[in-house]
Nanobody
Framework: QVQLVESGGGLVQPGGSLRLSCAAS????????MGWYRQGPGKQRDLVAS???????DYVDSVKGRFTISRDNAKNTVYLQMNSLKPEDTAVYYC??????????????WGQGTQVTVSS
């Protein structure tokens, strides 16, 4: 099992910044990628950004140029730096860790979620 603990959410004004952190523990070996998802009120949970163990990143179009995902392998921690925040970024943000233990098998681990609210 992989345990994920998020921190860094909160209330921020439009145009402001926040940094989310996600610390992984437990069976962290063979994690293929980590990422951040978000779920707004009445919406499905969608990918925001991801990063592989090799450092390859991917972002949803709506956050490109504003958000940056990074990881510190020594600390088993992934970060999401969010700049130029907009009200539509308001959501619960979830940390994700993904493994592929066998061909065709994907296992996802989730954090408990952290609320990000962008409002004046």
């Amino acid at each position: 099992q992989v345990q994920l603990v998020e921190s860094g959410g909160g209330l921020v004004q439009p145009g402001g910044s926040l940094r989310l952190s996600c610390a992984a523990s437990g069976s962290i070996f063979s994690i293929d990628s980590m990422g951040w998802y978000r779920q707004g009120p009445g919406k499905q949970r969608d990918l925001v950004a991801s990063i592989t163990t090799g450092g390859i990143t991917d972002y949803v179009d709506s956050v490109k140029g504003r958000f940056t995902i990074s990881r510190d392998n020594a600390k088993n921690t992934v970060y999401l730096q969010m700049n130029s925040l907009k009200p539509e970024d308001t959501a619960v943000y979830y940390c994700n860790a993904r493994k592929y233990p066998r061909i065709g098998v994907r296992v996802d681990y989730w954090g408990q979620g952290t609320q990000v609210t962008v409002s004046s």
